[in-house]
């Protein structure tokens, strides 16, 4: 104990010393900062917090120091973690390869694949994008079609992905392709990792119906990735893409944590549009509202009991299993009401008639559309629970032949 | 009366289906945004409409209108739903149309609804002056002067109001009541903004700045309060039923989608828990429809029971706006990633229906106001 | 036309000279009359209607007058229904038998079975109940069990029937048995008709949630039933169950309608418990309130929608197939609405402290949790609307193996 | 403090659910029904429960209690729900005992507290004048007169009001302001009228006509609104409680009923459609658990926060609301027909529900309630 207390003061009085103050303020959206070969600062203290981390092998503090990590055990890990926490640090760069694929290459890959992948993950060079939804692989991942074909020292890929989000400023993509047959589909898949430069790569962003978006279509066309880029076994990729969803979750909670969020507070909107409720429309939608209030924080405060039954070892798989569907439909009721509360202002499309802030709402209401949708959808969610959480028989076997 | 269409309504809705296929498909609506022409419709189509009679006819023979009854609108704008297709039907038409009818003088209505039923002049309803439908709210004011009125007020949103012909601007005279004032385009001391909606169509601010108009600007002020209450009315009925050819066209995609789409190796359509969600918007559809036709039987039929009317009519546009919400969003969660695409068509399905549903009436103004009738 | 006008007016002048005053009201539920063996009257002017009708052969006034029917070609039998509703005239008796048995035993049964049950059923003298459901065959009719077996010239019954309306009140019971293998569990059902008080029938009512009902459990012991009243082909009964099913809605709606409805106003509740709604839980309860009345509305419209589509000989069966469900869904929503409008009131049982307007609202709330399972479940209606209306695809043809 | 149970918690949940289970299993409620007894419990089993402790766990040490915490109520209210169990723990303890406990001066709490601790006195709070939950309505008067006061009024709904050993009568002084007076059986001017609820438990309405009480029976006033909140906080965590306790075993009944009843050659729990709504039941069950627990925790600690506590009671009181409904209702519905049926358990949690549900305030009493706090 004594030792991990004198680690939290070395560890709060460093970061005191070398976070930036401004640094230390919630972090809009514009101003993230992605690790890649075309790292951009919006501020020289950006520039050097993200350098002063990298050079003490903080972006992956908990690698071990041969990879470029920071080798700390998990509760020095946890204290770093909780010291950045107190003092509000900026996480110094967001990187999907250090949060989901680094854990899975540490786990699967050979040394060789280690030594060239992992050093430049952990000094924040190369940025990366994920490769695995296709057109007609969605809720159904296994169904994907991509092939690579082994020609030689090379698997030549040929196919297409989906919802790849910033495929267009990605250095390199891990994909998952199928490199044999397609029954039983889960055989057959492997995961690669390729350079998005390579020649037959081509990237064209989605439009979604909030408008432009970081979602990308990728397209490959004879595209030779040797075959040392083959991580894991061949035909044996579905568990390491399952591996790879599991972290995407913990991913996806340090985004959100990190970000300051394009946060609309009902609250606010509810006092601001309806200070004082006149008819009766406007009493019933502020009651509706209320509800809402009422059930973000039942929510909240679910997680915040399954962060105490952790600390008890209790088993909160139930809980997770409902959080995203739970927050995604809240969301949307949320922004469902804040139309309501808003009236036209809150459907405008662009122009000066329209404060920028309602605009965000606009394209926030549209985008919580595609919340209950991407990572997973709500009926997926709901699969899950009714399997794995209430162990309700699979139709599979029931249904009369 | 029926619920049902009887032929001429059913002539009406296959010459529509027809013309509007051919000429302003869904494709037309989006060319249109991405053109990004702030009348926000293809004057061609509108004169096709016109030509097609569509302008004329609710209007009396003795007016230059066909007389086929307010009904003949539930077909058409069923389709124009079905199609997305953008005109100034609801706003020169409907709206403006039937106040110079009602509250117009024979000199007003002979300089007004010819140009307007050949579609040669387009007017617009500037009412609204909250950012929800507030039709009794009104703070414009009309000024007595020697030769006519001065206007002053700010008219928030007006469908169809950017380069319109003119402009029924609704205002409060100087007892207290209110009045409507045509005010041709050209007035000085009027300008307008552009709004520029998630639905990409004609959208303005209207502001009225001592805005002179002569004393032959203002429409008769008997009778105005139950004359714009039937505009609205008839307004209301016209989005139930675009609102109606919306869902069916967006149940239809999704139906289709479920049939087809297929993962787990079987069609998406054959998982119970999405059949059972399907059948429920096919339930709603249904109600919709026969509210939506309710609406209509009761503006021919009662125009000596405006409470009736009023009933039948908010619950139409009360039935359409929920429905549309829950198939709008349903549809969008069954297709699933393609759904939220701009790509797509759902898209734009779902932005026009959520316009809709708040022009002339989001739902808990319309309970309230049945409520009104039904519990008093 | 001149005959049917001629028609028209001859009915109308028999109505009018023999439907006596009283019978011109609207019908308490408890002063309907049930055909039967020991039918009771609760007046001299219920006995007088009900010979006068039966002796005018216009209990079935469309069957054919061999076996008791009235002979009346449809346009006739449409105008003496149109005539009896103009006037007010009360149905003279309720009988199962009349509604669904009846239509099905002339389609299928043998002309000595027509002879044998027809004419009694038609001058009202035999109460008759339905056996189909058993406690394992609900929303899965086919999969029934009770068994039949040819023993001589009679078949010997074994099994148990639930769900059977009035079983404790009715003379005969026509039944689907088992008279052959369970697969496929369509085949091998039959339909026969039997005596309750055939030896080794018994009867017990069931209690349900709201208190007594008149559903009843029917059990047999070795019951004999002569061969000469199984109807149709041994084995093919399924087609004839389901032909039954179909005449099951028309006699339901006959039912409500002839019933004056235990029927709870909404409106009237409404007006009389938030006359004036003060504070934002009563705003809010009066706009859930409107918006029920206004679901009823749409309701009552697509029901008028349905005739005017019939009339031009329109396809109605997507309207047929959502009636039950929407009707009974929005009875279980209004009477959630009463229970929250009157508030403790509506939860009485019994005694003196409640008024017995308000008890029988309590039992009408929780018997319509049983209409939403009765007669086809919601689940049951759902399918079929999905299957047979939006002509989505079976799951299981399409679930992977 | 936590939102999941603590080692003692979990002792108390254990011990609750072996007695309930051996004592007052669901089928001792179903007799006690169909006994008809109107005091509405056992009173061994009552007994019982005062044995173990529970009439004790939240007071303190001084006064006779274990000084537990009151959190302590937690489980033992969520076995209550489990189990059906009736008892007078509620209205005596809780309700009463918090009343007494806040306002009692030291005499009146040596004359009430050991007696209700002991379980040897039972007491009910008169609250309730109107059909729905309204804490400020007060028309009971009470008059002062040479030796006392004379209380005049009608007090609608009183759980636990039926053979009780006194009540505790909510009633408006001459001042205006309320107080609460301790009213003994046997003191004359006071009649009783039983209320055969759905639930078949005890529940009275309480008449009052000039009726005589010593000046000692008014318990202090200062302070009077604040304890009542208070107490009435502390109850509609209970019922909060219980509610989740029925609820689990609903959904436990539920789920083994979807996995064991065979249709269409499956067990209907394999159908998707029943799937994903058993799914979206489970999510309400755990935000309802998250939601009771916070609201426990805040009594434990904010006696300091009443407008924290405020905002938790009632949101867990309306989530406890919210959730029974949708659970009860689709429990009986994924049932079928044996759901319906008075044989099969089920009814009796659907009545006992809803009672809770209706008792201490409703859903929209406590949305109100919430929001005049958050929104403030």
Redesign the interface.
């Known amino acids: 104990m004594n030792e991990l207390e004198e680690f939290r003061a070395e560890t709060r009085a460093w970061l005191e010393a070398n976070c930036p103050a401004s640094m230390r303020t919630p972090m809009p959206s514009e101003e993230m900062v992605w690790g890649g070969r075309n790292v951009e600062f919006c501020s020289e203290d950006q520039k050097l917090w993200f350098e002063r981390m990298r050079d003490k092998s903080w972006f992956c503090p908990d690698w071990p120091v041969a990879y470029g990590g920071g080798g700390l055990d998990v509760r020095r890990s946890a204290i770093l973690d909780a010291e950045m926490r107190r003092l509000h640090c900026r996480p110094p760069q967001i990187n999907l390869g250090i949060w989901m694929l680094g854990p899975v290459l540490l786990e699967y890959a050979s040394e060789e694949q280690k030594q060239r992948f992992l050093p430049p993950m952990a000094r924040g060079e190369i940025r990366w994008c994920q490769g695995f ?1 296709e ?2 692989a ?3 991942l296994a ?1 994907l079609r991509t092939t690579a074909v082994l020609d030689g020292d090379d698997y030549v890929i040929n196919g297409t992905k ?2 790849t989000s910033y495929g267009n400023k990605s250095d390199w993509m891990y994909a998952l392709v199928r490199t044999g047959p397609m029954v039983p589909k889960q055989k057959g898949i492997s995961l690669i990792v390729l350079d998005m430069t390579s020649p037959g790569v081509s990237v064209s962003p ?6 432009k978006s970081s979602f990308c279509q990728v397209f490959f066309d004879n595209v030779r990735v040797p075959r040392s880029q083959l991580i894991g076994e061949v035909n044996d990729g579905w568990k390491l893409g399952k591996a790879l969803l599991q972290h995407e979750r913990r991913a996806m909670s340090r985004f959100s944590e990190s970000a300051l969020p394009t946060h609309f507070d009902l ?1 606010e909107y ?2 601001r549009c309806l200070p004082a ?1 006149q ?9 509706r509202a ?2 809402c ?3 973000e ?3 909240s ?2 997680n ?2 399954m962060i ?2 952790l ?2 070892r ?1 088993d909160v798989s ?2 997770m299993a ?1 959080s995203k ?2 927050h995604t439909e809240q969301e ?1 009721e949320k922004f ?1 009401i804040l ?2 509360l ?4 809150s ?8 404060a920028s802030r309602d605009l965000d709402l ?1 394209g926030a209401w ?1 985008m919580s ?2 919340q ?3 990572g997973g ?3 997926v ?3 899950v ?3 794995r ?13 | 009366m029926s619920l049902i269409y009887n032929e001429d309504q059913q002539q009406l809705l296959d010459s529509a289906q027809d013309f509007l296929a051919a000429r302003s498909p869904v494709a037309a609506q989006r060319a249109l945004r991405d053109a990004d022409a702030a009348v926000g419709f293809d004057p061609q189509v509108w004169q096709g409409m016109v030509e097609l009679g569509w302008s004329a006819v609710a209007f009396a023979e003795d007016q230059g209108g066909l007389d086929f009854g307010f009904a003949g609108f539930a077909p058409i704008f069923e389709q124009i739903g079905r199609h997305l297709s953008a005109s100034p039907l609801l706003s020169s038409v409907v709206l403006c149309g039937s106040l110079i009818e009602q509250l117009g003088s024979d000199s007003q209505k002979q300089g007004l609804l010819p140009g307007l039923i050949a579609g040669e002049q387009r007017w617009a309803l500037a009412l609204e002056e909250a950012d929800r439908h507030q039709p009794d709210l009104c703070d414009t004011r009309a000024i007595r002067t020697d030769s006519g009125y001065r206007l002053s007020g700010r008219k928030s949103w007006v469908i169809d109001g950017l380069e319109a012909d003119g402009w029924l601007v609704i205002a409060r005279l100087e007892d207290g009541q209110r009045g409507v004032f045509a005010v041709p385009a050209g007035t000085a001391g009027m300008t307008l903004q552009r709004r520029q909606m998630i639905d990409a169509r004609n959208m303005a601010q209207l502001l009225l700045e001592d805005a002179a108009v002569d004393a032959s600007a203002l429409l008769s002020s008997d009778q105005f309060e139950a004359a714009l209450e039937l505009a609205l009315d008839r307004g209301r009925a016209c989005l139930a039923a675009e609102l109606l050819g919306c869902c069916e066209a967006v149940f239809a995609m999704t139906l289709e989608y479920l049939r087809t789409r297929v993962q787990f190796d079987a069609p998406i359509g054959s998982f119970q828990a999405l059949q059972h969600r399907a059948a429920r918007l096919y339930v709603q559809l249904e109600l919709m429809r026969s509210s939506v036709m309710a609406a209509f039987e009761a503006l021919d039929r009662d125009q000596a029971d405006p409470a009736q009317r009023r009933q039948l009519v908010s619950l139409a546009k009360w039935k359409a706006n929920e429905a549309a919400q829950l198939i709008s969003n349903e549809a969008i969660q069954m297709h699933g990633g393609i759904g939220v695409t701009d790509e797509y068509d759902l898209g734009l399905f779902l932005k026009r229906i959520r316009m809709a549903q708040s022009q002339l009436g989001h739902s808990a103004f319309h309970v309230s106001r049945y409520a009104g009738v039904r519990l008093s």
């Open positions: 939804s057109p007609n969605g809720s159904d169904s989906i919802w989605i439009d979604l119906i909030s408008g609250d509810v006092k409720p008819d009766a429309d406007e009493v019933a939608l502020q009651q209320v509800a209030l009422m059930d924080q039942a929510f405060l679910t915040r009991r105490d039954s600390s008890a209790q139930g809980l409902i569907l739970v949307r469902e139309l309501q808003l009236g036209n202002q459907m405008g499309w662009s122009g000066d008639g329209f606009t549209l559309f595609a209950t949708i991407a959808s709500s009926e969610q709901l699969n629970i009714a399997k959480v209430l162990g309700l028989p699979d139709p599979v076997q029931g249904v009369r032949s």
